[in-house]
């Protein structure tokens, strides 16, 4: 690891802000490996309607926008679920919300989240039983240090970050941890903000890539931008947006101050006079760390044997002076973070895999983030040995083959009542406060009306009667996550 002292440097975050949307072709073929490497790029709470690429009007994602013309970008493509425990444990293991074990952000004594049980087999343990060496940088969520649910315990040989999701809504924290060692950040107390976490993290994933550049490699990047808290360094990326957008102050009396001391202050939001062009300012520099990593595999000459996956967890949150509805953030999608209407689930989707997947492709496939495990599997030619909710997209990823479609999508999630929905071809149905057993399905032509805006349950009741049916059925019981008590009527 670089000293952490060089925690990132401001010059090379300009100049890659602006001119990684036309990086070079990969510099040689000399690294060719049987299998491809994976770098999966997760964003935080980006909505669908956050990168340029996808509407956003109000500031440019130019790296991330040169990935979808460089290979292939999803228009439905769904995330696991509308909040982040839950749709990374979806990805991980390649079940839907009905499955897969964690369902819900549900926090240990002290710091981290109920374990990924040791029981599951995971996309990273997949992919290490075929020779790869696997990496995490970023969020994990999932369990924590020593646990079963430890990313090292999950398939992962290194992970370096925020173990806990709870302390990464702080983006200068003390510490962040490598494997089960604590890193401390240089002059961060909870009263100085010096190190800003993020830049640290993704020096560490740099390093990685090129240190297994003879390698084939796995790389899952889940970075915390541009989730909450809003805060930035205070440098010429946050400069560019000051004073270019309106501005209400979010304010709470939750400074960075050793009054509070670290555990309460890692579950706060700090306060912030400038909250749009923090947020564009985030989002700035999660675009850059997607360049870097696109120019970095290119100056290895690993380009055209690497595969690089762009998604996001969850809609966009409205969280520490978060403005989804200024930035158009859900991209005219109804609902946002914690919803299961579209603006909640759909996320934007990238692959990018030269000579594979064919530049400035647009997909219109219906898939979610438990595809990922099978799609995998089938790129490694591993088969089938495991259980899944997903289908693999391959066929469409390299357009060929015949791409078997989903009888239906679903989700869950256990709060405010409990919600479900389901999505059924042309159909979305969407039921909230479970429990109350008063409520009623709403339904939705999701290809029609995508912003979800009318209810047509009373025109089409057999419709409404068979995702009632998938709603009963599609799930397991889950003591640690329950969902209701009854039956839907």
């Not at 060496?133 to 649910?149: D, I, Q, R, S, Y």
């Not at 909450?228 to 010429?236: F, Q, R, V």
């Not at 670290?262 to 989002?283: G, L, N, V």
């Not at 909710?389 to 405010?416: A, C, V």
């Amino acid at each position: 690891m670089k000293n952490i002292k060089n925690y990132f440097y401001l010059l090379s975050l300009m100049i890659l802000s602006t001119g990684c949307a036309s990086s070079s072709k990969s510099q040689s073929s000399a690294h060719q490996t049987k299998k491809p490497n994976i770098i999966y790029i997760l964003a935080d709470d980006l909505g669908y309607g956050d990168l340029s690429s996808y509407g956003q009007t109000k500031f440019t994602t130019p790296n991330i926008d040169a990935l979808a013309e460089s290979g292939m970008k999803f228009t439905q493509h769904y995330c696991g679920s509308a909040v982040c425990a839950p749709s990374r444990s979806s990805l991980m293991t390649g079940q839907h919300t009905g499955h897969t074990p964690i369902r819900g952000n549900k926090e240990i004594e002290g710091e981290g989240q109920v374990s990924l049980p040791a029981s599951s087999f995971t996309v990273a343990e997949l992919l290490k039983e075929e020779g790869y060496v696997t990496g995490a940088f970023g969020k994990w969520g999932l369990g924590f240090v020593n646990h079963e649910g430890d990313p090292n315990n999950q398939g992962f040989d290194e992970f370096f970050g925020y173990v806990c999701q709870a302390a990464a809504h702080r983006y200068y924290p003390e510490y962040i941890w490598h494997n089960d060692q604590k890193v401390f950040l240089e002059g961060n107390d909870w009263t100085n903000t010096v190190t800003y976490a993020p830049d640290v993290i993704q020096e560490a994933t740099l390093d990685f890539i090129e240190n297994n550049k003879d390698n084939t490699f796995f790389a899952y990047v889940p970075f915390i931008l541009p989730h909450a808290e809003l805060i930035s360094p205070e440098d010429s990326i946050l400069s560019k947006y000051k004073g270019k957008f309106p501005e209400t102050a979010f304010t709470l009396d939750n400074k960075y101050t050793s009054d509070y001391g670290p555990d309460i202050q890692k579950h706060m939001y700090c306060s912030q006079e400038i909250p749009h062009a923090a947020f564009a300012s985030m989002i700035h520099r999660l675009d850059t760390y997607v360049g870097q990593i696109v120019a970095k595999v290119e100056e290895l000459g690993i380009a055209d044997e690497t595969i690089i996956m762009f998604a996001s967890d969850n809609g966009p949150h409205a969280a520490g002076g978060a403005d989804p509805e200024f930035f158009n953030s859900g991209g005219n999608l109804k609902g946002i973070k914690r919803d299961l209407y579209e603006g909640g689930v759909r996320t934007p989707f990238i692959i990018k895999w030269p000579g594979k997947v064919k530049a400035g492709a647009t997909s219109e496939h219906v898939s979610a983030f438990w595809d990922i495990f099978p799609t995998f599997a089938d790129i490694i030619g591993k088969g089938d040995h495991f259980e899944t909710d997903g289908i693999s997209f391959y066929p469409t990823m390299i357009g060929k083959g015949e791409q078997e479609e989903h009888p239906y999508l679903y989700w869950e999630l256990n709060l405010r009542g409990g919600r479900q929905a389901v999505r059924l071809g042309d159909w979305k149905g969407v039921l909230y406060k479970v429990n109350s057993g008063k409520s009623h399905i709403e339904l939705y032509n999701i290809v029609n009306d995508p912003e979800e805006s009318t209810d047509v349950s009373k025109e089409h009741p057999d419709v409404v009667k068979e995702i009632e049916g998938i709603m009963n059925s599609a799930r397991t019981n889950s003591e640690m996550f329950p969902l209701f008590t009854k039956k839907v009527k």
